[in-house]
């Protein structure tokens, strides 16, 4: 089955600074890669996502990057600001593949935006 | 518009009891539910999932087992709960085959 690796586990930076979060995944067929951003004590919610037929997507500071043949893809923040402190996860599955659509998440990774 | 909902918020059990926990699904129909738990705040596990009434598909074997008796209820359950067992368990549903989840404010257990 799917496997997602996600790193760092945390990442510190500075107010302003931009943040990199990268996901690998195993299986080839794998075609939608959804990001999530869960605040403390809250449900994770859906920040941005892209399928397999882009390689970029961006929604204001928030950019996703895919690269098939790697089989990886990465958030990008830019002008981080302290409400952007959470953990972020990404996940894969295979649209249309199944009877349904099973994400994968990855491990998580706490980012903290000093001010 | 679609609103999911999950409860308890917060539970303490002890090890042995038995647990239900529900989630329902309003203003959609046939959606797909899942249930995930997050153990130690961080990975999401998939635990179950369902496409339909009844049909119940299982992640990963353990002390646990999720109904389906209605289209938009789902529910998490156990005969005897272990240590292991605590977690953030969390619903989410889903329409068709593709697409993100939307997620149900979950519930913290903790087997004591």
């Known amino acids: 089955g799917e496997n997602v690796e996600q790193h760092p586990s945390t990442l510190s930076v500075q107010e302003g600074d931009s943040a990199v979060i990268k996901c690998t995944y195993s299986d080839s067929a794998s075609n939608y890669f959804p990001w999530y951003k869960q605040e403390l004590g809250k449900r994770p919610q859906l920040i941005i996502d892209i399928r397999s037929n882009v390689g970029e997507k961006k929604d204001q500071r928030i950019a996703v990057t895919l690269n098939k043949t790697a089989k990886h893809f990465s958030l990008h923040i830019t002008e981080t600001q302290p409400e952007d402190s959470a953990v972020y996860f990404c996940?894969?599955?295979?649209?249309?593949?199944?009877?349904?659509?099973?994400?994968?998440f990855g491990t998580g990774t706490l980012l903290a935006v000093q001010p | 518009s679609q609103t999911i909902h999950q409860w308890p918020a917060t539970l303490v059990q002890p090890v042995g009891s038995p647990l239900s926990l529900e989630c329902t699904v309003e203003g959609t129909s046939n959606p797909n539910l899942y249930w995930y738990r997050q153990a130690a705040g961080r990975g999401l596990q998939l635990l179950f999932y369902?496409?339909?009434?009844?049909?119940i598909s299982s992640e990963v074997p353990q002390n646990l087992s999720a109904s389906r008796p209605q289209d938009r209820q789902f529910i998490l359950s156990s005969k005897k709960l272990l240590l292991s067992d605590s977690g953030f368990y969390l619903c989410a549903w889903s329409l068709g085959r593709s697409g993100g989840y939307t997620f149900g404010s979950g519930t913290r257990l903790t087997v004591v």
């Open positions: 369902s496409v339909g009434i009844g049909q």
């Open positions: 996940a894969a599955s295979k649209e249309y593949g199944g009877a349904t659509n099973k994400l994968i």
